[in-house]
């Protein structure tokens, strides 16, 4: 069995804050592989489901960011999971926005939701740490986390992550940590195509004309080379191109109205 924690603060408040990207992750995480609803218990919310075969555990603890180990220490001892056992997701200042890092163990880097974590529960638990961005200046970094995501980074790189992170945190069940991260990184940044290759013309020879051989090579030049345009593309880029071409799916959508409802909330 395994935890999966979701940091963030209660409240419609903050629902918008990016210090509650780890709230938000979560939902999406029980959005998409319909686990049961929310119930509230352990200090927090909860919910159940499968992952690959696997009994997995979804906590969002609402005992606020600082007190946040209170909630998870409190559903290991009652199911009795090792701390090893549990994935927290959380904010990271230190690095860009819509990046992605899974690490084991560690510091807490500052971070109050896991120094909670880390007092009432130990350090090895693995994290998954989401990139919001620092703001540059330390005096700064208060008024960042808990401020809301600007309307382009909602309809930008913050659904295509959250959306990532969910359609491949099975691989986290199976110990695929590099895996995981792999994944996730082509589908929010997909490498761009490479521009076909330009051929060299070919030197006339002295007193020669290019006669109907220099017309069939000219014609050939114009012709769509084999393997050239979409299929050459990278999987992830190429589902990208294709995404253009086609309606939004229902899961897009319904992740897109989950984020409006949450940012609608505060006024």
Request: hydrophobic share 35%; aromatic share 6%.
């Amino acid at each position: 069995m395994f935890l999966v924690v979701g940091l963030g603060n209660p409240g419609s408040g903050y629902a918008a804050n990016r210090h509650n990207i780890g709230f938000m992750a979560a939902d999406e995480l029980v959005r998409r592989y319909s686990f049961g609803p929310w119930r509230k218990k352990f200090q927090g919310q909860i919910s159940e489901g499968e992952l690959n075969g696997q009994k997995v555990l979804v906590l969002k603890p609402e005992t606020f960011m600082n007190l946040s180990g209170q909630s998870v220490g409190e559903v290991l001892r009652f199911y009795k999971i090792p701390v090893e056992d549990v994935i927290v997701l959380h904010d990271e200042l230190d690095l860009p926005p819509g990046k992605l890092r899974v690490k084991r163990g560690g510091g807490h880097g500052g971070h109050n939701g896991l120094r909670s974590i880390d007092a009432h529960c130990g350090k090895e638990y693995r994290r998954v740490r989401l990139g919001i961005g620092h703001p540059g200046e330390k005096s700064r970094v208060h008024g960042h986390v808990l401020g809301d995501f600007s309307k382009a980074e909602q309809d930008g790189w913050l659904m295509t992550l959250l959306d990532a992170v969910a359609a491949e945190f099975g691989r986290l069940t199976k110990g695929d940590d590099g895996g995981f991260m792999s994944k996730v990184s082509a589908i929010v940044s997909p490498p761009k195509p490479k521009a076909p290759k330009k051929d060299k013309p070919a030197a006339d020879k002295p007193g020669g004309d290019k006669g109907e051989k220099g017309d069939k090579d000219k014609d050939a030049s114009t012709e769509p080379q084999a393997g050239e345009g979409i299929n050459d593309l990278s999987g992830a880029a190429k589902v990208r191109l294709e995404r253009a071409d086609t309606p939004v799916s229902n899961a897009a959508s319904a992740m897109a109205e989950a984020l409006a409802k949450a940012f609608g909330k505060k006024k």
